[in-house]
Structure formats: C-alpha cells, structure tokens
C-alpha cells in the first residue's frame, strides 16, 4: 500500500486550498482514509475521515463547516478542500488508510496502518 499527498502551499488567511491523495495497492473496498495534521511540536490531530464504501465522513470540531473531505473511487483518491483557512491551520498535513474498522471511521492516528508522507500547509495572517 503506498498514499501520495499533495497540494500543499503557503496561503493567506481566508483563503482556499485543496490537497490530494491518491492511494495503490489497497485491497478491496472496506477501508477508511482520513487526514491529519501536526504543528511543530504537537502531537498529530485528527482532521477529517472518510468510508470508501459508503462516503460516510467525519470532522474534528475545528475544522466543521470550513473543510470538506472527498473520494474519487475511479482515481483511487481522497481530497481536502480546505476554505476559510486560519493561521491556526498551519501544519503538515498526512493522508492515512484504516483496513481494520469496520462500519466507521477512527479518530485516533493509531487505528491507521498506512501514511503518506506529510505536505506542508502555511496559512499567513
């Protein structure tokens, strides 16, 4: 299983930004992907997630209303469209793919096996 990311950049504050994902080697269709970020010096947060099977998402709080995630099944790729961005936002940003949890979608980065490498999102105020 390989995850490639991108879309990262420097923006301004209210501005707009979309990063992708595109997985390979995933077996069937009983997944989750989600996206994380990580500040320097913090820990890894959740930011949203996604079933592949059923298009069932989640938000952290933070980001509800601003950030929409996404699948295109044909392309084997998950999108972040990030609106209204806010320095706060600034972080790497990691794609990562579940196979174990059925039905829904984790919260913890420790449910996820697979990671992409991190694309860097500036927000500038």
């Known amino acids: 299983v390989q995850l490639q990311a991108s879309g990262g950049g420097l923006v301004q504050a209210g501005d707009s930004l979309t990063l992708s994902c595109t997985a390979s080697?995933?077996?069937?269709?009983?997944?989750?992907m989600g996206w994380f970020y990580q500040a320097p010096g913090k820990e890894r947060e959740f930011v949203a997630a996604?079933?592949?099977?059923?298009?069932?998402?989640d938000y952290a709080s933070s980001v509800a209303g601003r950030f929409t995630i996404s699948r295109d099944n044909a392309r084997n790729t998950i999108y972040l469209q990030m609106n209204s961005l806010k320095p706060e936002d600034t972080a790497v940003y990691y794609c990562?793919?579940?196979?174990?949890?059925?039905?829904?979608?984790?919260?913890?980065?420790?449910?996820?096996?697979?990671w992409g490498r991190g694309t860097l999102v500036t927000v500038s105020s």
């Open positions: 080697g995933v077996p069937g269709n009983q997944h989750a």
């Open positions: 990562s793919l579940d196979t174990y949890t059925p039905y829904r979608v984790q919260r913890d980065p420790r449910d996820y096996e697979y």
């Open positions: 996604i079933r592949w099977k059923t298009g069932y998402t």
